[in-house]
Protein backbone atom coordinates (compact mmCIF):
# COMPACT_ATOMS: atom_id res chain seq x y z
CA UNK A 1 0.00 0.00 0.00
CA UNK A 2 2.68 2.25 0.65
CA UNK A 3 4.49 1.70 -2.57
CA UNK A 4 0.69 2.21 -4.28
CA UNK A 5 0.58 5.54 -2.11
CA UNK A 6 3.89 7.09 -3.48
CA UNK A 7 3.27 6.17 -6.70
CA UNK A 8 -0.12 8.18 -6.63
CA UNK A 9 1.41 10.83 -5.08
CA UNK A 10 4.22 11.10 -7.58
CA UNK A 11 1.72 10.74 -9.93
CA UNK A 12 -0.59 13.74 -9.00
CA UNK A 13 2.49 16.15 -8.42
CA UNK A 14 3.67 15.06 -12.10
CA UNK A 15 0.27 16.29 -12.78
CA UNK A 16 0.04 19.32 -11.14
CA UNK A 17 3.07 20.05 -12.35
CA UNK A 18 2.21 19.72 -16.41
CA UNK A 19 -1.02 21.74 -15.40
CA UNK A 20 1.08 24.43 -14.01
CA UNK A 21 3.42 24.90 -17.13
CA UNK A 22 0.61 24.58 -19.57
CA UNK A 23 -0.57 27.84 -17.89
CA UNK A 24 2.85 29.49 -17.61
CA UNK A 25 3.31 28.81 -21.56
CA UNK A 26 -0.51 29.84 -22.41
CA UNK A 27 0.10 33.45 -20.38
CA UNK A 28 3.59 33.68 -22.07
CA UNK A 29 2.40 33.07 -25.59
CA UNK A 30 -0.28 35.47 -24.77
CA UNK A 31 1.94 37.95 -23.83
CA UNK A 32 3.80 37.60 -26.95
CA UNK A 33 0.84 37.70 -28.98
CA UNK A 34 -0.50 41.12 -27.72
CA UNK A 35 3.10 42.65 -27.18
CA UNK A 36 2.64 46.35 -28.71
CA UNK A 37 5.14 47.85 -30.98
CA UNK A 38 5.50 51.47 -32.55
CA UNK A 39 5.23 51.95 -36.21
CA UNK A 40 4.20 54.97 -38.46
CA UNK A 41 0.96 55.57 -39.68
CA UNK A 42 0.07 58.21 -42.34
CA UNK A 43 -1.45 61.56 -40.54
CA UNK A 44 -2.68 62.24 -44.08
CA UNK A 45 -3.51 60.26 -47.24
CA UNK A 46 -0.23 59.48 -49.24
CA UNK A 47 -0.72 59.59 -53.06
CA UNK A 48 1.58 57.96 -55.59
CA UNK A 49 4.73 60.31 -56.41
CA UNK A 50 4.66 61.97 -53.11
CA UNK A 51 7.76 62.43 -50.89
CA UNK A 52 7.46 61.34 -47.73
CA UNK A 53 7.72 64.31 -45.34
CA UNK A 54 8.13 64.02 -40.98
CA UNK A 55 4.94 65.39 -40.84
CA UNK A 56 3.49 62.94 -43.10
CA UNK A 57 4.01 60.28 -39.69
CA UNK A 58 2.76 59.35 -36.84
CA UNK A 59 4.01 56.98 -34.00
CA UNK A 60 1.48 54.71 -33.21
CA UNK A 61 1.13 51.07 -31.33
CA UNK A 62 -0.03 47.99 -32.15
CA UNK A 63 -0.31 44.13 -32.20
CA UNK A 64 1.45 42.96 -35.50
CA UNK A 65 1.83 39.33 -34.94
CA UNK A 66 3.56 37.58 -37.35
CA UNK A 67 3.00 40.67 -40.07
CA UNK A 68 5.69 42.87 -37.95
CA UNK A 69 7.93 42.80 -41.22
CA UNK A 70 5.68 44.14 -43.55
CA UNK A 71 4.94 47.89 -41.95
CA UNK A 72 7.41 50.54 -41.11
CA UNK A 73 8.49 50.28 -37.80
CA UNK A 74 9.13 53.67 -35.36
CA UNK A 75 12.69 52.63 -35.46
CA UNK A 76 12.67 52.99 -39.29
CA UNK A 77 12.97 56.20 -41.11
CA UNK A 78 11.46 56.15 -44.06
CA UNK A 79 11.12 60.05 -44.88
CA UNK A 80 12.52 61.00 -48.29
CA UNK A 81 10.64 57.66 -49.40
CA UNK A 82 8.78 58.00 -52.47
CA UNK A 83 4.88 57.00 -52.13
CA UNK A 84 3.86 53.99 -54.88
CA UNK A 85 0.61 52.83 -54.07
CA UNK A 86 -1.99 55.63 -51.78
CA UNK A 87 -2.00 54.75 -48.25
CA UNK A 88 -5.51 56.29 -46.75
CA UNK A 89 -5.27 58.82 -43.78
CA UNK A 90 -4.83 56.60 -40.43
CA UNK A 91 -3.31 53.57 -41.91
CA UNK A 92 -0.33 51.93 -41.10
CA UNK A 93 2.40 52.80 -43.96
CA UNK A 94 3.38 48.81 -45.77
CA UNK A 95 6.71 48.95 -46.73
CA UNK A 96 5.57 47.82 -50.55
CA UNK A 97 3.71 51.07 -50.32
CA UNK A 98 7.03 53.22 -50.65
CA UNK A 99 10.02 52.79 -52.17
CA UNK A 100 13.94 55.32 -52.43
CA UNK A 101 14.38 54.49 -55.61
CA UNK A 102 12.20 56.77 -58.45
CA UNK A 103 12.85 53.73 -61.07
CA UNK A 104 10.52 51.64 -59.41
CA UNK A 105 7.57 54.49 -59.83
CA UNK A 106 4.28 52.94 -61.61
CA UNK A 107 3.09 56.61 -61.86
CA UNK A 108 3.22 60.17 -63.07
CA UNK A 109 2.18 63.47 -62.26
CA UNK A 110 0.48 64.92 -65.18
CA UNK A 111 -0.69 68.30 -65.38
CA UNK A 112 -4.09 69.22 -67.11
CA UNK A 113 -6.35 72.31 -67.15
CA UNK A 114 -10.42 72.15 -66.22
CA UNK A 115 -12.74 74.59 -66.57
CA UNK A 116 -13.89 76.12 -62.90
CA UNK A 117 -17.62 74.85 -63.42
CA UNK A 118 -16.13 71.16 -64.94
CA UNK A 119 -14.56 70.84 -60.72
CA UNK A 120 -16.29 70.57 -57.32
CA UNK A 121 -15.92 73.56 -55.56
CA UNK A 122 -14.63 72.18 -52.46
CA UNK A 123 -12.30 69.57 -53.58
CA UNK A 124 -9.14 69.28 -52.45
CA UNK A 125 -5.57 68.07 -53.08
CA UNK A 126 -5.13 64.53 -51.79
CA UNK A 127 -8.27 63.60 -52.71
CA UNK A 128 -9.26 60.64 -55.41
CA UNK A 129 -11.31 61.43 -58.05
CA UNK A 130 -13.06 60.19 -61.49
CA UNK A 131 -12.04 62.08 -64.82
CA UNK A 132 -14.79 62.21 -67.79
CA UNK A 133 -14.39 63.09 -71.04
CA UNK A 134 -17.31 65.36 -72.23
CA UNK A 135 -18.27 67.15 -75.81
CA UNK A 136 -16.49 70.80 -76.49
CA UNK A 137 -18.81 72.39 -79.37
CA UNK A 138 -15.17 74.99 -79.56
CA UNK A 139 -13.02 72.00 -80.64
CA UNK A 140 -15.67 69.63 -82.18
CA UNK A 141 -19.08 69.26 -83.97
CA UNK A 142 -19.16 65.80 -83.42
CA UNK A 143 -20.34 65.49 -79.53
CA UNK A 144 -20.71 62.15 -78.38
CA UNK A 145 -21.80 60.31 -74.71
CA UNK A 146 -19.90 61.29 -71.68
CA UNK A 147 -17.18 58.59 -71.03
CA UNK A 148 -14.85 57.65 -67.84
CA UNK A 149 -11.58 58.16 -69.12
CA UNK A 150 -9.91 57.92 -65.62
CA UNK A 151 -11.21 56.71 -62.05
CA UNK A 152 -10.08 56.82 -58.89
CA UNK A 153 -7.02 58.54 -59.37
CA UNK A 154 -5.04 61.07 -56.90
CA UNK A 155 -5.39 65.10 -56.79
CA UNK A 156 -1.50 65.89 -56.34
CA UNK A 157 -2.43 70.06 -56.28
CA UNK A 158 -4.98 72.16 -57.46
CA UNK A 159 -3.90 75.82 -58.62
CA UNK A 160 -7.24 78.45 -58.98
CA UNK A 161 -5.31 81.42 -59.46
CA UNK A 162 -6.99 81.37 -63.18
CA UNK A 163 -10.51 80.69 -62.18
CA UNK A 164 -10.62 84.63 -60.93
CA UNK A 165 -9.62 85.95 -63.89
CA UNK A 166 -12.39 83.61 -66.04
CA UNK A 167 -9.76 81.09 -66.59
CA UNK A 168 -9.51 77.72 -66.44
CA UNK A 169 -8.25 75.76 -63.37
CA UNK A 170 -4.61 73.83 -62.92
CA UNK A 171 -4.47 70.39 -61.98
CA UNK A 172 -1.85 68.18 -61.46
CA UNK A 173 -2.84 64.36 -60.76
CA UNK A 174 -1.15 60.92 -60.21
CA UNK A 175 -1.25 58.71 -62.96
CA UNK A 176 -0.84 55.53 -64.44
CA UNK A 177 2.16 55.05 -66.93
CA UNK A 178 -0.11 53.26 -69.22
CA UNK A 179 -2.49 55.69 -68.96
CA UNK A 180 -0.86 59.13 -69.58
CA UNK A 181 -1.79 58.64 -73.54
CA UNK A 182 -5.02 58.09 -72.94
CA UNK A 183 -5.90 60.85 -71.14
CA UNK A 184 -3.52 63.48 -73.09
CA UNK A 185 -5.52 62.29 -76.14
CA UNK A 186 -9.15 62.82 -73.78
CA UNK A 187 -7.90 66.76 -73.73
CA UNK A 188 -7.53 67.26 -76.95
CA UNK A 189 -10.58 66.15 -78.14
CA UNK A 190 -12.99 67.82 -75.40
CA UNK A 191 -13.44 68.77 -71.74
CA UNK A 192 -12.69 67.20 -68.85
CA UNK A 193 -14.63 66.72 -65.79
CA UNK A 194 -14.11 66.14 -62.52
CA UNK A 195 -15.88 64.18 -60.07
CA UNK A 196 -15.19 63.67 -56.54
CA UNK A 197 -14.95 59.87 -55.37
CA UNK A 198 -17.23 59.49 -51.79
CA UNK A 199 -16.03 56.77 -49.99
Do not use: C
Amino acid sequence: MTRYKKRLQTRLIAAGALVLASFISAFVLSSVANQKSGVWTSSKTLVPGHYVLIEDLVQTQVVLGGSESSYFRASDDPTGYIVKRAVPQGELIPRSSLSNSENEMLTSAVPISVHASDLPGNVSSGEIVNLYQVGDSTITQNLGPPTLILSHVFLLSIDKKGENLGGDISLTISVDHKEILTLLEATSQGRIVVVRVNG
